[in-house]
């Protein structure tokens, strides 16, 4: 006899039992299979997390390629899905709790125009944080995951939550300082649009007045500097940064991880507006060859969740930036990146409803 479909006689299955399930390689690759919608286009949707793409990797300064950063980690993030989607190390299934999710879709952004791009994603963040409200709380916007794309989408991000908390601490996982000043390029041409990159986006963040003037943090640290007088880690200073480097987090252990915890906790006070930025050239080229300007020496995946999941701040927003799946080598960079996301996500639902808005430091 062939196989037969075993059924309860005593329950007619409806449509959703049958064909409502999907396998990890089944289905129109959403992030971590939620439904979709462009949400841009649709101001009366009402979801309180959402995954947005930003595609968006003209602000380089070495490799390109990050604009397919997003397909790829929805690509990565197949095996995900709200079945099976209970984190062991929060004790939660995000997908299965108070929050409901929503993958945006992507901001169309123009690869030709840096001056343009840059206004585009600034638009598309206002709308959507700042014309619509959340399912928990028609008070508060949803929070976002911005999926880049390379690092400097960070800035029309932080731009949008500003106008909704006031200053923003950032913590800033890289392997570059990012807070670069454009003066210090090793080029004589230069001009307003030039400023705008990957690597100076923090810089211009704090002189439009984004950021928290002290609880600003970095993690995985390890790029070459400009000299021996340190004067770049002098600008850094001066823009309100805590440092960690990447020889931080593994010479010491998990003492070394739990004590940057424990400064980063005393740094950021429990009810600030926090934003987590997770470039993946932060972790070692050997688990994430996929990105623009690899730097040896970095962070294991490990790590980075072991700090992600220990960071649980008053998450108001996150981007994971630098993906370029043309470097790649069998989807390691955009799974550590989808990952991420996932950790991201579950912090957001970790911490409940989203707290009263206190708008700080404007």
């Not at 638009?123 to 409200?133: Q, S």
């Not at 731009?159 to 392997?175: E, Q, S, T």
């Not at 932060?282 to 300007?293: H, I, K, S, Y």
């Not at 991201?344 to 206190?358: A, D, H, S």
Request: proline residues 6%; aromatic residues 10%; hydrophobic residues 35%.
């Amino acid at each position: 006899m062939g196989s037969q479909l075993t059924l309860d006689s005593k329950k007619k299955p409806s449509l959703e039992d049958l064909w409502g399930q999907e396998w990890p390689f089944t289905g129109i690759p959403t992030f971590a299979h939620l439904n979709s919608s462009k949400c841009l286009l649709d101001p009366s949707l009402n979801y309180d997390i959402g995954i947005i793409g930003v595609p968006f990797d003209t602000a380089t300064t070495y490799r390109a390629g990050a604009r397919f950063g997003p397909r790829a980690i929805r690509l990565a993030s197949q095996r995900q899905n709200s079945l099976r989607g209970f984190n062991t190390r929060a004790g939660i299934n995000p997908y299965q709790d108070w929050a409901t999710f929503m993958d945006c879709g992507d901001i169309p952004v123009t690869p030709m125009d840096n001056k343009l791009g840059l206004e585009q994603m600034t638009k598309a963040f206002e709308e959507l944080l700042l014309r619509r409200g959340s399912s928990a709380d028609s008070l508060h916007p949803p929070r976002y995951v911005a999926l880049g794309g390379d690092h400097s989408i960070i800035l029309p991000h932080l731009r949008a939550l500003h106008k909704v908390y006031g200053k923003l601490a950032v913590i800033h996982f890289d392997a570059h300082l990012d807070t670069w000043l454009p003066s210090k390029y090793p080029s004589f041409w230069s001009s307003d649009q030039s400023k705008f990159t990957h690597g100076s986006m923090l810089w211009m963040a704090k002189e439009e007045g984004l950021l928290s003037d002290d609880y600003n943090v970095h993690v995985g640290i390890r790029t070459r500097i400009s000299g021996a007088d340190w004067g770049d880690y002098d600008d850094d200073d001066d823009q309100g940064w805590l440092r960690f480097s990447a020889d931080d987090v593994w010479t010491s252990g998990s003492s070394g991880l739990d004590s940057i915890i424990g400064a980063v906790k005393k740094r950021i006070p429990d009810d600030y507006p926090v934003y987590i930025s997770v470039d993946v050239d932060c972790m070692d080229p050997g688990f994430t060859p996929g990105t623009g300007t690899i730097e040896p020496g970095g962070m294991m995946p490990r790590e980075v969740i072991y700090l992600l999941r220990r960071l649980n701040f008053n998450l108001v927003g996150a981007d994971v930036v630098e993906v370029s799946p043309e470097y790649d080598t069998a989807e390691v960079t955009s799974t550590n990146a989808a990952q991420v996301v996932f950790e991201l996500v579950t912090t957001m639902v970790q911490k409940g409803k989203p707290l009263p808005i206190k708008k700080k430091d404007i």
